[in-house]
């Protein structure tokens, strides 16, 4: 048996791997220096399922979010950090072990506020240095933690609380327990396949009182179903080994969602708040006698709203009548939960909340909008501003430069903003075009017009941006017989060809071609039609919850050919692949030829090829039915055939796929757990990490003139990976060598200005810029680290002008040069002359990049360019360059004189002041400053500092020198040379000057810093 | 038996045993004796770098001295100028405030947080256990696109913002050679305080037997890094007392 699993294995392993094991069995052997720049946005956040405090330090806040992996504050809030990158980013519950806080932390994954658009986690990992390492012990298909309970008097017993699986039937749920530490588990309380623990709650003074709530609950693709009989409040008090239900007091008949609280100032008193049949009995209920009997209190909207997004009650730690509940606003009771009023303005839906653990006025919330703090008790808020977990549904770029990137999220509305800005992508840099839950945003390809979706086609807005008119274009139906079916995330697609047309999704594909004035019906039901699964209005179980996000049996993608406009594909969430090849006059389905992929499959994405109109990939999502496989498919026949492009080493279901332009065997693919990719068109996937969060990647896209892949994820916002062109040319052959150069791309001078600004960085999230410099790029096929390596820049005349720290990476190297020289050498004065810090820029031409590692040499030319959008001319520059050089060379002949003059004053120091080191003095203090500071102590100006100014006011123009520059250098000429004269007549009356023993000028600017 | 020889018959021991069989002490021993041996680094008595930092076209000339009585210096040189930082005469920690060209103390819990570090000459892992250090071996991890050990060292606590704080840090030590290849520690304090910053170190040569890296760059990780390049190093320099003492401004103005 043994034998046979080996021959398989090495049978199914790819011809290249065989050849090339060492160097691409891992991702981080090879990509080296390309790496993930996030751009946020922040500004609008993203949804936050958990907010944990420190016991017994203030400043320690976490925040565990939907998407978007953990974050901690050390400074009560202000900044937060992310310390899961690694991991799965979808996030229930964060504990720290009371006994050990600062050390041991656990994490549970799997975000428990079930929305349809849910992430999915992947198991309970511990920490027991802060977060710099962690390790996964268990609950691998746990799909979602609620709760994590440490006993305060020992840190080996650990209570959690795993919701479990939401899209199907799963034992892994309940309530568990350890007593070693989390290194091994049992199941303590289990009711059945469908029913999971979606709130604990333990007695800070008897940790053998446990309170479980458990939960019924269950969603499809099209629908949604809380509550049943299994659903309970179960109590212990034992330590887990027995349960009880307490329900006196509970409304009859089915429950559904409960939380539950206990005051941490007296344990006698717990809050629930019921999810039930009747909407006279839902609401807040509280227990005076630790569950013995129930009271209800409350039933207002904002105690009952949602219960499978909002059952969450926190208690004062101080005041047993102070509650707080989850909900659209939030609402806080101040005596007892009799009453509520909101909590203030802030986004809506509110997860968790968290008092400080000194003052109770202090208040950490958590929103589908972010991590909100309140100074007072609750009323108001305010945002913090370094969240970069936004939650992008989709995005798509344009052709702008730089160019531009559009996309929706969940529950923030849709969005641009620029891939570089000033000073970095700030807040101020996106703009809004969009509301509700945002989706598909897609920029005409060339008039001012952005199309933007919103829920289920409620609208569809086209925006022109130029005179910022807004109007919608959404397809209605025009046959009375007939109900159009959007999905929650409908499609909108442009074509390559016809910059006019424009597709929507139904049921049906719709098309314009006059930007959504008016629309044709180009094809039949492309759908299933499943009736059974068009009954939204019934969905939501015991609350009705027909919000719009379970529409199915609709069309989710739509994809023109870019080789041929009558080729088009559409997919559909109840698993159709359909394509025409005249324009929709007639479509075939060829689901049926997909091999391995259960019926139903929702078909996330098509791609259709750029090299050939038959040629298209294909990636099924199947986590909608508890299916966490990945399917990707690639058809070169129209989908006659489809053929897997799979292997194991991919984690996740995927949702999108991207071709590359150039290289059809290289592939993008976005998964639940980050970005593969492949260079060998699907044998081998390689797992990208630089950088790069293990968060959910819903949507790539390629920008044909940077070659930047950038990233629409679901919790970590826009993430690009700047340049992908390396991985075009990676082969085996390639990778064989020592050293491989790639190409150096030719540079332009960047003289943009670089005002940004960055007020309010210091707690704003700022997008990192793209690279500017000329890169330099190569492959390692070892690590450099003994011996000598380095790389000079030499000019066309083969002098060096700069110089590079090269980087010694295994795998692809990216270093910078930023094409500054080296600024003038100026005379020593008493403070520093800020104008002689002026790094002059290199001059447009051609240069040449020389590696030296060991014994070799590698050498690449490249271009540095003028931007010839600006209006700058050669002459222009080349005057610039010309009175710099006469500028720099004088500025260091000033120094020389000063050097001189100085030996000559420290020789005359020891003899008697005279008229001649009078004289001396005098001509040095008209040369450099001699006195104050380099603050506002500073002295006037002298010579030194003049010349450094006009050098510094000239070399760092885009343009050539002004007329009164000019003025300026003559005037400063004048100087220099009367300064001249005065030095050279001293020095002919220094005696003994050999016992000086000057450096000449050569060796003196050699050797000055 | 040269280094490199040395080198190639560790590569042939690696692959005959588990890697994961190795412990922290089994790495740091063979570390030391890859790099010259435990006795050679100990009879050190002073080191002197020449380093330089390159600032956007402009080239930084940077002294290092550090002594194993713990006086030590960084000397940066500008336009001519002699900024100091880090200076420690053997009872006052200070630097030169770049405004106005003076002198000034370090405050008392970087001064602290200094000396614990006085006993680290050369290498933090000399005699790490005496010191009452603890290393741990982690695992093997990639970094820099190679396979390394990850040990976890943990240092006298140290003071952060008045609360006593563990010293940890992050080495890896390439599996080929055993030298440290970069080095990862939590930035404590400052708006960068919870983010990873990491140093890597490479073009390791022998100077009087020893072997250091005379190229290293620091940074955040992720986060880009600022490469140093070493042009010499000096064992046992010759220097003066003067070099490192505190020039005290207050006491000067005061007699004048």
């Excluded at chain 1, 059945?192 to 003074?205: H, K, L, S």
């Excluded at chain 1, 998964?671 to 492949?678: R, V």
Aim: hydrophobic share 35%; aromatic share 10%; glycine share 10%.
């Amino acid at each position: 048996m043994k034998t046979l699993k080996l021959t398989l294995v090495l049978l199914t392993l790819p011809f290249w791997g065989q050849s090339q094991d060492d160097a691409i069995k891992n991702g981080k052997a090879l990509f080296g220096d390309l790496s993930a720049r996030h751009i946020g946005p922040a500004l609008m956040s993203g949804r936050i399922n958990d907010m944990t405090l420190h016991p017994t330090n203030s400043l320690i806040v976490y925040a565990g979010t939907a998407g978007g992996g953990v974050w901690k504050s050390s400074d009560g809030g202000v900044v937060f950090q992310p310390i899961f990158d690694d991991y799965c980013q979808s996030i229930g519950a964060v504990a720290l072990d009371p006994n050990d806080p600062d050390n041991t932390i656990y994490v549970g994954t799997g975000e428990t506020w079930t929305r349809n658009s849910v992430s999915v986690g992947d198991g309970l990992y511990k920490s027991t240095d802060g977060g710099a390492n962690w390790k996964k012990i268990g609950f691998e298909n746990s799909d979602r933690i609620a709760n994590i309970v440490i006993n305060p008097n020992n840190s080996n017993e650990i209570y959690v609380g795993v919701l479990g699986a939401l899209w199907g039937d799963s034992s892994e749920r309940g309530v568990y327990k350890s007593t070693d530490g989390g290194e091994s588990w049992e199941q303590i309380l289990y009711i059945d396949q469908r029913t999971g623990c979606a709130d604990m709650a333990m007695d800070p003074n008897d940790p053998n009182v446990l309170y479980a709530s458990m939960w019924a609950f269950r969603r499809t693709g099209w629908s949604f179903e809380s509550g049943g009989d299994t659903s309970a409040l179960y109590k212990s008090t034992d330590g887990g080994k027995s349960w009880n239900k307490i329900h006196n007091g509970f409304p009859s008949g089915d429950l559904g969602r409960l939380g539950i609280a206990i005051a941490p100032s007296n344990p006698k008193v717990l809050y629930t708040v019921i999810e039930a049949e009747e909407p006279s009995k839902k609401g807040l209920y509280r227990s005076d006698d630790a569950g013995n009997s129930w009271q209800q209190l409350n039933n207002d909207f904002g105690i009952t709203v949602r219960p499978f997004y909002f059952s969450r009650i926190v208690v004062d730690p101080r005041n047993e009548d102070v509650v707080v509940k989850g909900g659209l606003s939030g609402s806080i009771s101040r005596d007892g939960g009799k009453t509520f009023k909101a909590l203030g303005n802030m986004h809506s839906d509110i997860h968790d909340i968290a008092f400080h653990i000194k003052d109770s006025n202090i208040m950490y919330v958590g929103t589908d909008g972010g991590v909100y703090r309140s100074m007072n008790g609750g009323v108001t808020m305010e945002i913090v501003e370094n969240l970069p977990i936004s939650q992008f549904y989709h995005i798509s770029l344009d052709n702008a430069k730089p160019y531009n990137v559009y996309g929706g999220l969940q529950d923030n509305g849709s969005w641009y903003g620029p891939s570089s800005s000033p000073g970095g992508i700030e807040a101020k840099d996106w703009e809004s075009i969009g509301q509700g839950d945002g989706f598909r945003v897609l920029k005409h390809t060339t008039k001012p017009i952005i199309y933007s979706e919103m829920q289920g086609a409620d609208n569809i807005w086209r925006i022109d941006t130029e005179n910022r008119l807004i109007k919608t274009i959404q397809p209605l139906p025009a046959d009375e017989a007939v109900k159009l079916r959007f999905n929650w995330n409908t499609p909108i697609a442009m074509s390559s060809t016809h910059p006019d047309r424009f597709y929507v999704g139904s049921q049906f594909l719709h098309r314009s071609e006059d930007m959504g004035d008016s629309w044709d019906i180009i094809s039949p039901d492309l759908t299933t039609n499943d009736p059974m699964k068009q009954n939204q209005e019934d969905s939501g179980g015991l609350s009705m919850d027909n919000s719009g996000a379970e529409n199915h049996t609709t069309i989710f993608t739509i994809a023109e050919s870019p080789i041929d406009d009558q080729v088009i594909w559409v997919g559909t969430d109840d698993g159709n692949v359909q394509v025409t090849r005249n324009g929709g006059k007639t479509w075939t389905n060829t689901v049926a030829n997909i091999p391995d992929l259960p019926a139903n499959t929702w078909t996330y994405h098509i791609e259709a090829s750029v090299f050939d109109a038959g040629t298209a990939y294909a990636v099924f999502d199947g986590h909608t039915q508890n299916d966490m496989s990945t399917y990707v498919y690639k058809t070169t026949d129209y989908g006659a055939s489809w053929k897997s492009i799979v292997t194991d080493d991919i984690v996740g279901f995927a949702r999108n796929i991207q071709e590359d332009f150039v290289n059809p065997d290289l592939l993008f693919l976005g998964t639940e757990f980050g970005l593969y990719i492949t260079m060998d068109g699907g044998q081998q996937w390689l797992k990208f990490t630089n950088n790069m969060p293990a968060v959910a990647v819903h949507f790539i896209d390629l920008q044909p003139q940077t070659n930047d892949l950038v990233m629409g994820t679901h919790g970590r916002g826009v993430i690009i990976v700047d340049d992908i062109s390396p991985l075009r040319e990676l082969s085996s052959e390639m990778m064989s060598k020592n050293v491989h150069l790639f190409d150096i791309k030719p540079t332009v001078i960047d003289e943009k200005s670089d005002f940004g600004g960055n007020f309010g960085a210091e707690t704003q999230f700022v997008g990192a810029n793209p690279n500017q410099s000329v890169q330099i790029k190569y492959y390692l096929s070892k690590r450099h680290t003994f011996g000598k390596m380095g790389i000079d820049i030499l000019n066309a005349e083969g002098q060096k002008v700069g110089e590079v720290g090269p980087g010694k990476k295994k795998g692809i190297n990216i270093v910078s040069w930023d094409y500054r020289l080296k600024p003038p050498i100026v005379a020593k004065g008493k403070t520093i002359t800020f104008g002689g810090f002026t790094s002059p820029k290199a001059a447009p031409g051609t240069y040449k990049m020389v590696m030296t590692k060991g014994k070799d040499t590698y050498e690449q030319p490249f271009e540095l360019k003028l931007d010839d959008t600006l209006p700058i001319t050669p002459a222009d520059y080349e005057e610039r360059d010309r009175v710099s050089k006469l500028l720099f060379d004088m500025s260091e002949s000033l120094a020389y004189m000063v050097y001189q003059l100085d030996e000559m004053i420290g020789h005359n120091t020891n003899q008697k002041p005279s008229k001649y080191s009078k004289r001396l003095n005098t001509l040095k203090e008209s040369l450099v400053i001699t006195t104050g500071d380099n603050y506002v102590g500073t002295a006037e100006p002298q010579l030194r500092e003049k010349i450094a100014n006009l050098f510094s006011k000239v070399a760092t123009s885009y343009d050539r020198p002004s007329a009164n520059d000019m003025e300026n250098f003559d005037r400063l000429s004048k100087q220099m040379k009367e300064a001249e004269s005065t030095f050279e007549s001293l020095k002919k009356k220094f005696k003994n000057m050999d016992q000086l023993a000057l450096k000449d000028k050569v060796s003196f600017l050699e050797t000055a810093n | 038996m040269n280094y490199f020889s040395r080198l190639i018959t560790l590569l042939v021991l690696a692959i005959s045993m588990s890697n994961y069989a190795q412990t922290a002490d089994e790495i740091i021993a063979t570390y030391h004796e890859n790099i010259g041996g435990i006795d050679k680094l100990k009879a050190v008595n002073g080191i002197k770098l020449s380093l330089k930092i390159n600032q956007g076209g402009m080239e930084l000339p940077i002294e290092v001295i550090e002594l194993k009585d713990g006086r030590q210096m960084t000397k940066i040189t500008f336009q001519g100028q002699e900024i100091m930082q880090g200076v420690y005469d053997g009872t006052t920690l200070w630097s030169t405030n770049f405004m106005t060209m003076q002198a000034e103390k370090s405050d008392a819990e970087t001064f602290d947080n200094f000396k614990l570090g006085l006993n680290d000459f050369m290498d933090d892992f000399i005699d790490y256990k005496d010191k009452g250090y603890t290393a741990e071996m982690l695992g093997i991890e990639t970094i820099d696109g190679t396979e390394a050990f990850k040990i976890k060292l943990t240092k006298e606590p140290m003071t952060v913002e008045g609360q006593l704080v563990d010293d940890v840090s992050f080495y890896y030590f390439d599996t080929d050679n055993y030298v440290p290849i970069a080095v990862q520690t939590e930035v404590k304090e400052g708006p960068g305080k919870g983010m990873m910053s990491e140093a890597t170190m490479s073009d390791y040569q022998e100077v009087d037997g020893i072997y250091f890296p005379f190229s290293m760059s620091q940074g955040v990780k992720d986060q880009g890094s600022q490469p140093v390049t070493v042009v010499s190093i000096e064992l046992n320099p010759t220097v003066s007392d003067d070099m490192f003492v505190f020039p005290d401004s207050m006491e000067s103005d005061g007699g004048n």
